[in-house]
């Protein structure tokens, strides 16, 4: 039951700013790209999204770029001697056939250096993502204090 009234929640985007949104490119599926708002003193910000292939080739994703930031990376979080440290993903972020990769807190995610304008809630912007054989796709990044409510089934 619960469940059901979520998924209804998403398809009638009761909330402006939370509303779900998504996106196709030939095989590819992408949830709901978001960033979190950061204090206007903020150089950095991070993306996120979750990219699923229902296609029976794996794809990659080999970086993203912004017209709001100076730079875009793709970096992961590592825990390496006790600390928690991000670096960039060589090569790119691979999307096995028939599987899911998610950028959430935490992990993988869409780092944006430089940002030339702050993130504010609410505020929405253009985000191109370079796949390896599915092309280019522009998305609308959605900025929200926090993270989108449909990724709570997923949460550990
Ligand atoms: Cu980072």
Redesign the pocket.
């Known amino acids: 039951m619960r469940k059901t009234l979520l998924a209804l929640g998403a398809l009638l985007s009761f909330s402006g700013t939370l509303a779900a949104h998504d996106y196709n490119l030939g095989t590819l599926h992408i949830e709901h790209p978001w960033a979190l708002a950061v204090p206007a003193v903020s150089p950095n910000g991070?993306a996120y999204l979750v990219i699923h292939n229902k296609g029976s080739a794996g794809d990659k994703l080999l970086g993203a770029d912004t017209a709001r930031a100076g730079k875009t990376?793709i970096?992961e979080?590592l825990h390496k001697d006790g600390m928690m440290k991000?670096q960039q993903v060589p090569g790119g972020l691979e999307i096995p056939a028939g599987g899911e990769v998610r950028l959430e807190q935490g992990g993988y995610?869409l780092?944006m250096f430089g940002l030339k304008q702050p993130l504010n809630d609410g505020d929405k912007f253009p985000m191109t993502l370079h796949f390896q054989q599915a092309g280019d796709l522009e998305v609308e990044v959605h900025v929200q204090k926090q993270a989108p409510s449909g990724s709570a089934e997923h949460q550990h």
């Open positions: 991070a990376e970096h979080h991000m995610h780092m």
